[in-house]
């Protein structure tokens, strides 16, 4: 497959082992230049690149292109051109910054205006998601979820084995990161109380998800087959799907959560390609019991991604413990799966719509991917080595998600999604 870049393929740029962000990997991102200009960028190892330069140079002028695709705020004209082109982009980046390009390497006048240290640059959003929707599809999740609140017999309610369940989410609230979050406001009511009370949330939980930012579906009606779904799939992203647990408990019924979920949520700043993690694959956990409708039905040998996922705690002055090991290959429905569902019924995809994956939980306790599974709902706080507890997220606690897929040599990332629980705003009436 031509558009996996060879494992043995090096750059001339700098990559230290620990890098998330070899050759290999060339992610799409968007940041502010060194000249004030907002553009869409790329990355290997500790080197940002500009890739808005590299176009108006003419070094993508065997891409077929549209005009100035990357001297832009976001990535959204760019996933609108097909996945050849997105192909062909990363193929000419790679071919540039491989070592032995000697032409390119030794043109110093042109690098020094295309490259720059990445701890320089201020990310932003990569792209300018029109519609979020978040699934619920790690079977292990859901399963903890329903045990916490219903019943450990009948934990899955009964469409959930049929289809990827998933509600529509909220785009304006969606952050690049570092960010800082002011804890939210909102109303809760306890089981023991007869009404709710309005107040900052007690209860403020991450969501360790991946999510994947989409090209363009059709426009006529048409669905999108799982057979083609990758065809329309840019790629992946660290999510961190903030949410207040008090909130939701008391807000959901009957229309599923609504100001829990949408007070912020945080998306890792680089996008890497299905490509960059194509030596990844991995099967789908087995679907036989019930075994989904025809047009759900997906061979399950490599419809997922072994990637390892990992979400650290650092509260203020404190070091960061790791809570959470997880892997994305335990996602019960495939991302194919999650799209195909998504259009059955002619609903438009666009390019730079961003779907979540749901929490991403696996079989055994320090793989759970929250803080409401992870302390059983407050049941069980875990012990940090400042000597606190937690049973949710305290003011000025850091989480940090991380997620990289190994093979021997080869190591891709997302980078870290990184963000911050501030104190509410107190709310006045004016
Ligand atoms: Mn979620």
Not at 77 to 102: E, H, M, P
Not at 175 to 185: A, L, M
Request: aromatic share 10%; hydrophobic share 35%.
């Amino acid at each position: 497959m031509t558009h996996v870049i060879d494992s043995k393929t090096e750059s001339f740029l700098p990559v230290s082992q620990q890098s998330d962000f070899p050759i290999q990997n060339i992610p799409f991102g968007v940041g502010r230049w060194i000249d004030g200009k907002v553009v869409c960028l790329t990355r290997i190892g500790g080197t940002v690149i500009n890739l808005s330069i590299l176009e108006k140079n003419n070094l993508f002028s065997d891409c077929d292109l549209n005009e100035n695709t990357f001297g832009k705020s976001s990535l959204n004209d760019f996933l609108t051109q097909n996945k050849s082109t997105w192909r062909s982009v990363r193929a000419a980046i790679c071919n540039l910054y491989t070592k032995g390009n000697s032409k390119y390497e030794k043109n110093s006048k042109l690098r020094n205006l295309a490259e720059w240290n990445a701890s320089e640059i201020l990310m932003s959003l990569p792209v300018e998601i029109g519609d979020y929707t978040d699934f619920y599809a790690s079977k292990e999740h859901a399963t903890n979820v329903g045990s916490m609140f219903r019943d450990p017999k009948n934990a899955l309610l009964p469409n959930w084995s049929h289809l990827p369940v998933g509600y529509h989410g909220r785009s304006s609230t969606i952050f690049s990161t570092p960010k800082e979050i002011n804890r939210p406001n909102g109303q809760t009511k306890k089981p023991s109380e007869d009404f709710p009370v309005f107040g900052p949330s007690q209860k403020i939980d991450f969501e360790l998800e991946v999510g994947f930012v989409t090209g363009n579906g059709p426009r006529n009606g048409d669905s999108i087959s799982v057979e083609l779904a990758e065809d329309s799939i840019f790629g992946l992203v660290l999510l961190n799907d903030w949410s207040a647990r008090d909130i939701q408990q008391w807000e959901y019924v009957p229309l599923g959560p609504f100001l829990a979920k949408n007070f912020a949520s945080c998306i890792s700043p680089w996008i890497i390609t299905l490509d960059a993690f194509e030596p990844f694959r991995s099967d789908r956990p087995i679907q036989n019991n019930p075994e989904p409708l025809p047009y759900l039905q997906q061979p399950l040998n490599r419809a997922n991604f072994n990637i390892e996922l990992q979400v650290g705690i650092r509260p203020e002055g404190s070091e960061e413990t790791i809570i959470c090991e997880s892997n994305f290959k335990h996602m019960y429905w495939s991302i194919a799966q999650q799209l195909a569902h998504h259009s059955i019924n002619g609903c438009i995809i666009n390019a730079g719509d961003l779907m979540g994956s749901g929490t991403i939980s696996g079989p055994s306790k320090g793989s759970y991917g929250s803080m409401l599974e992870i302390s059983w709902n407050g049941k069980h706080p875990i012990k940090l080595p400042n000597g606190k507890t937690r049973s949710f997220i305290e003011d000025n606690d850091t989480i940090i998600l991380r997620g990289s897929a190994i093979k021997d040599d080869l190591k891709i990332g997302f980078g870290e999604c990184v963000s911050k629980i501030i104190p509410s705003k107190p709310w006045k009436r004016k």
